[in-house]
């Protein structure tokens, strides 16, 4: 993958702190508009998004170690039942967020779907998610451009046929199935 662009937040931040919760086997990686910068998909980089299959109790001391300036940003909203912790960078540039044990309710649905942390691959020394468990999240979240450019890219590059498995486990609506289905799988 190629180096960042310059128009987005510092790694400086985020390489440690990735670092550290995978020393603590909370299994980061990097999700949301980092990951498809990652990718080569230009979209804007505000912030930094890790997805960590853990919760706060094992979290919050690896913040607290590395004296991270942090914040629980959970706001119970329904259709996002995960905890959200808001770490700042030092010099208040940017933050980043950590999503703990990541989920979205489908809308109109009853079950979240569980979003997980599924390494694949590494940039710049920061172990990347699934671009296909992103593309389940913002699909189930009806983010606008997000989905249909992580699908192109997918259609190419192909998709892992254990991580489709894995979300196919959780309670997808039936024309998300189908489109995870439709990808060609990579040797």
């Known amino acids: 993958m190629d180096a960042h662009p310059p128009d987005h937040p510092p790694l400086d931040c985020i390489q440690p702190l990735s670092a550290a919760l995978q020393?603590?086997?909370?299994?980061?990686?990097?999700?949301?508009?980092?990951?498809?910068?990652?990718?080569?998909?230009?979209?804007?980089?505000?912030?930094?998004?890790?997805?960590?299959?853990?919760?706060r109790a094992s979290v919050a001391p690896v913040l607290d170690g590395l004296g991270c300036h942090w914040h629980d940003?959970?706001?119970?909203?329904?259709?996002?039942?995960?905890?959200?912790?808001?770490?700042?960078?030092?010099?208040s540039s940017h933050t980043i967020d950590v999503m703990l044990r990541f989920a979205v309710l489908p809308e109109g649905g009853?079950?979240?779907?569980?979003?997980?942390?599924?390494?694949?691959?590494?940039?710049?020394?920061?172990?990347?998610?699934?671009?296909l468990a992103w593309l389940v999240a913002y699909r189930l979240m009806n983010r606008p451009f997000k989905p249909d450019a992580i699908a192109a890219y997918l259609r190419i590059h192909g998709i892992d046929a254990a991580q489709r498995d894995r979300l196919l486990a959780e309670p997808l609506p039936d024309d998300l199935r189908a489109e995870l289905h439709a990808f060609p799988l990579r040797p």
């Open 23 to 55: 020393d603590a086997d909370c299994t980061p990686t990097l999700g949301g508009s980092g990951l498809l910068v990652a990718h080569g998909l230009p979209f804007p980089v505000h912030d930094w998004d890790l997805i960590v299959n853990a919760d």
């Open 73 to 91: 940003a959970t706001d119970g909203h329904p259709r996002f039942p995960s905890q959200k912790l808001i770490v700042a960078a030092p010099d």
């Open 110 to 131: 009853t079950t979240p779907v569980s979003i997980p942390s599924l390494r694949d691959g590494t940039w710049n020394g920061l172990p990347l998610g699934s671009l």
